[in-house]
């Protein structure tokens, strides 16, 4: 920027920050007072609540009363802010950097402009601050960079987030004292610095004493014993496909004559091993051959009981086809 502009722009910034900080400092005092008397008939409302024994609405309405309490104060430091920017205004119009004893009031109207949307006069003193000392000085005061500046009671009035069981307490506390309630607070405290169980994490249960050893004896237990349980088993299935007459004849290749004449069996999966009892036994090729002759027979069963009802439906059609005629 040239020395032109500079001196051109030096008495724009002056008029243009005094009249923002001065509508801003109007502005900011209108909204205590209206806040001031909404805290008053808030603080009223959780008495009669707690004077009623309704503690669970009044420990939820105390969140609102201490996030009004904070935005009031912040207003009030934002105030003394304001006002001391504004005797300051001729040395900050004077200088080009930023002088060290205004910065921290700067730099705090800066970080509570987007915070305080009620006083949008502070983002027309945020932007009139972004043009004179650049991005890169209001961007370390908003994202509360190390030596930003800002003001450590501006932070923490202006955070967003759920007040201390302590704080609560303290402040049903004050609201009984202020309106000479006789309230007991132990079912509150109790209720307060209760540990609300995460359901999102499951139901935590107590086992039983000797459940806990049951536990530790199942998971330190090796798994040799089941891979052995399955390689026995596959060692029987192997044996059962070589001694079984069925099996062994579907892996023998056959001839271009067989393979027309005499189709290749069918595989039986459906058939099982039996034993004895005992274990280790295997089965018998010649109970493989009953239960295939089984088989055979209950479908023979199946398709005579067929037939049979078909004819017996046919009968009963054509008896209902005579009665028809005689009647027409």
Known sequence: MSLLNQLFNRGVFGSKCKTCLTLALSRMKLLQNKRELNLKQMRKEIAQFLLAGQEAIARIRVE???REQNIWAAFEILELFCEF???RIPIIDAQKECPAEVREAVASIIFASPRCSEVPDLLQIKNLFTAKYGKEFVMAASE???DSGVNRAIIEKLSIGTPSPEERLKVLKEIAKEYHLEWDSSETEAELNKR?????AGAKQALPEGSHSQVASIQSCPKSHTNQTSMDSRQEYVQFQASSPTMASCKK???KTDEVNHPPP???YNAEKFSDGRKGTKAQPSDVLEVARAAIASAERATAAAHAAAALVSVNFGSLNL???KLS
């Open 64 to 66: 609102h009363v201490i």
């Open 85 to 87: 920017v504004l005797a």
């Open 144 to 146: 509360l960079r190390p």
């Open 196 to 200: 609300h169980e995460d359901l999102l």
């Open 253 to 255: 290749p056959l001839a």
């Open 266 to 268: 069918i595989r039986n």
């Open 323 to 325: 009665q028809e005629s």
